[in-house]
């Protein structure tokens, strides 16, 4: 709706000391030309909204206008209360700070409001940690998030996957937790990097401090981190025939596609599969044992004869 449109343009007005119609766009996904006859629309309500063209330009308001908009809708509410991932929040020391906000705000409410905000964190849990991952180790967490906020340059030691121990001093930009996992986005040698938290073994605040790029967004950054680290995920592709029966199985696994849906006369069915490397492949046939053939490469057929060899002798 427009009007929640124009509100939320104006608290972004206010919070911000100059934002961009295309900023504004892509938050509010509108066309620019939408955006330009809602601020035409907000200055005829008499609300002072300013427009510089140029490098650096965009809409803001003037300095001294400021207006007390409360009025949360029941779905904002409860967003509010159920966003709230405490086990991260506590890594960055903000667990108590979260009730103690939460606690205000629910004063702040009015009394039709409350009930809705209450009820929902005894019915809706998010859980940010997945089955299998360990809570890793994070003591220079604190350092990392100090250097973020006051864009000083940190001098780190870390260690990359293969062991091997490196220095480096970067512009730290942004953190980011991927379920119970934290990553630091900083900039080192002109690039974006990502680096593993419970992998930096010292860290240290540099007095040289640094300039921030201005359109630089963590979640953008690391939206585009991830996207090249799935690309650069290793492949190792194999063909596979299985019992028809495992179909609904096979579905579940993140690296199957099935080519062939209707089984043979013996009941199989054969199905295209790539998986990350080598070793992962043998260990999904081997779980699947008589129920599965390996079809392609000839490498892993000729491993997984080995394997089970070994496996008959030991028994």
Request: net charge negative; charged share 30%.
């Amino acid at each position: 709706m427009r009007a929640d449109r124009l509100l939320s343009i104006l608290l972004l007005l206010q919070t911000r000391q100059r934002i961009t119609a295309g900023e504004l766009a892509r938050r509010l996904e509108v066309s620019e030309r939408t955006i330009y006859r809602d601020m035409e629309a907000l200055g005829s309500a008499g609300v002072p909204v300013l427009s510089e063209r140029g490098t650096g330009g965009g809409w803001s308001l003037l300095e001294e206008y400021r207006t007390n908009l409360t009025g949360l809708t029941d779905a904002e509410v409860r967003a509010l209360f159920l966003t709230r991932p405490a086990k991260l929040l506590a890594d960055l020391g903000l667990e108590k700070a979260s009730d103690a906000a939460l606690l205000k705000l629910l004063t702040a409410l009015p009394a039709i409001r409350r009930p809705g905000a209450e009820d929902v964190q005894s019915r809706i849990y998010l859980d940010a940690a997945g089955w299998h991952r360990a809570d890793e180790a994070i003591p220079l967490l604190p350092t990392l998030q100090e250097a973020v906020l006051s864009d000083h340059a940190l001098d780190l030691t870390y260690q990359r996957g293969d062991g091997t121990v490196v220095e480096r001093r970067v512009e730290p930009l942004g953190l980011v937790a991927k379920g119970n996992v934290w990553y630091l986005l900083a900039k080192s040698e002109g690039d974006v990097r990502t680096y593993r938290v419970s992998r930096i073994q010292e860290a240290a605040i540099a007095d040289e401090s640094f300039v921030r790029p201005a359109d630089f967004d963590v979640a953008t950054a690391w939206e585009h981190s991830s996207a090249d680290f799935v690309r650069n995920l290793p492949r190792y592709p194999a063909t596979l025939r299985v019992q028809a029966s495992l179909l609904p199985r096979l579905r579940r696994w993140r690296f199957a596609r099935v080519d062939q849906v209707e089984p043979d006369l013996e009941g199989w069915v054969r199905v295209a599969v790539c998986f990350e490397v080598k070793e992962e492949a043998l260990e999904y046939a081997l779980s699947l044992g008589p129920a599965v053939e390996i079809l392609e490469p000839a490498a892993l057929r000729e491993a997984i004869v080995v394997l089970l060899e070994k496996a008959r002798a030991l028994y």
